[in-house]
């Protein structure tokens, strides 16, 4: 309660220094929307944090038997299909839930952006906390599937950090975009779900991204920065067996961080309309 108060006394409108001072300032606010926001994810659920566990293994399930046994499709040589798909999955998981809990994260605090001022970047930011707790249940359960097919993870593991990072920067560039959207127009909250699942079946999630390689469209298909990260993430897993193109990480470098420094500039300026339309 004391932090409330304490945002109260910083007054909207201030220079963009000020701005981000006062995010600063209200660290701690961030810290407690953050954990509100991993409690009330599973609070009230009869199994819990259990949900992580098992989404992403019958999320697996019906990936490998659909496009391995229906569709035919081959994993890269030498990789078991289910470490190519839960691979993939892991980080999708990690976007896929930051983007979409970055895009409600204002409608969702909406009683404290009527209510009180502080910085609105914080509620954005205080939702990849959920985002990033999937990541690690669902990275958790590959560790344990490398075990399973004797399938030990190389030394490529240390680029991990960049691509995770890539993958906030890219969640986070999208998510502010379709935050403010959603403010205003609130039929982008029935887009933003339909859009996650499309995404599943164009990004490389449960297929190598070697099936576009030699294709007259794959220089357009590397446009998309989720190929990039996801190709390349797989890579740090599964080692130099899984197929990356390490061009395709100029693409997702350059768009990625356009999209986050628009977003952020179209999220400043429509930051102080939000509670005309709350």
């Given at each position: ?7 109260t ?15 600063w ?5 961030l810290w ?14 009869l ?21 391995s046994y ?6 890269d ?18 976007f896929?839930?930051?983007f ?13 952006v ?13 939702s ?16 344990i ?15 991990l ?9 890219t969640?986070?560039?999208?998510g502010?975009?379709?935050a ?33 390689h030699?294709?007259?469209f794959?220089?357009?298909?590397n ?16 080692g130099?067996?899984s ?10 470098a ?20 939000f509670v005309?339309?709350?």
């Amino acid at each position: 309660m004391a932090t409330v108060q304490h945002t109260t006394t910083i007054k909207a409108g201030g220079s963009e220094k000020d701005y981000w001072k006062d995010l600063w300032l209200n660290r701690q606010l961030l810290w407690i929307l953050s954990k509100r926001d991993i409690s009330v994810r599973y609070k009230q659920t009869l199994l819990g944090v259990a949900w992580s566990v098992l989404r992403p293994l019958m999320t697996m399930m019906v990936m490998v038997f659909v496009f391995s046994y229906l569709a035919k499709i081959r994993s890269d040589p030498g990789v078991p299909f289910p470490l190519t798909v839960l691979g993939g999955l892991t980080i999708w998981t990690f976007f896929s839930s930051t983007f979409q809990q970055i895009s409600n994260s204002i409608l969702i605090n909406s009683n404290l952006v009527s209510k009180v001022y502080f910085p609105r970047l914080l509620m954005p930011l205080s939702s990849i906390a959920v985002g990033f707790v999937d990541f690690l249940i669902t990275f958790g359960i590959y560790v344990i599937m490398t075990i399973f097919f004797k399938h030990p993870i190389g030394w490529q593991i240390v680029f991990l950090p960049c691509f995770i990072l890539l993958t906030f920067i890219t969640s986070m560039g999208f998510g502010l975009f379709f935050a403010v959207l959603n403010v205003r127009f609130r039929d982008i909250g029935q887009l933003i779900p339909f859009l996650v699942q499309v995404g599943t079946y164009v990004c490389p999630v449960s297929y190598s991204g070697r099936l576009a390689h030699g294709t007259w469209f794959e220089k357009y298909y590397n446009l998309n920065p989720l190929v990039g990260i996801i190709d390349g993430f797989r890579w740090c897993l599964l080692g130099d067996e899984s197929y990356f193109n390490p061009q395709s990480l100029y693409s997702t470098a350059i768009i990625s961080f356009l999209i986050l420094i628009l977003s952020l500039v179209y999220f400043r300026r429509k930051e102080k309309t939000f509670v005309d339309h709350i």
